[in-house]
């Protein structure tokens, strides 16, 4: 797993919800990206009580990048932003699903090690 800016004792990380996006392939099968998701999601659900899940993330740059030329933005402009975008598609997506109650459904929830998830 590759090193990350955070640490996942922060106060902000075992007190809230988490959803952790989670990169495969079109063909379903996981990369280096999602690995390093994978294990991220399992340390921060071995550290908190809040529920982890993994979602996936395929398409939210194609997404945002989409709705960012629509806003009439060109690629140029998109470039140090379009992470941020990203994201957030991600973030809304999980929100409209789980609104909808499937959430379950279309995510992974990471069990803790010992625990009785």
Do not use: Y
């Amino acid at each position: 797993m590759r090193s990350t800016p955070w640490s996942v004792s922060s106060p902000n990380v075992r007190q809230r919800p988490s959803t952790w996006a989670c990169r495969a392939s079109l063909s379903g099968a996981q990369g280096a990206s999602a690995e390093d998701a994978r294990a991220i999601a399992t340390a921060v659900a071995e550290r908190c009580e809040a529920v982890v899940r993994l979602v996936d993330e395929r398409f939210s740059t194609a997404t945002a990048s989409a709705s960012m030329r629509q806003a009439g933005r060109n690629a140029k402009q998109q470039r140090q932003v379009i992470d941020q975008a990203a994201a957030v598609v991600i973030l809304e997506s999980a929100l409209d699903i789980e609104r909808r109650g499937n959430l379950s459904k279309v995510t992974e929830t990471i069990p803790r090690e010992g625990g009785d998830d």
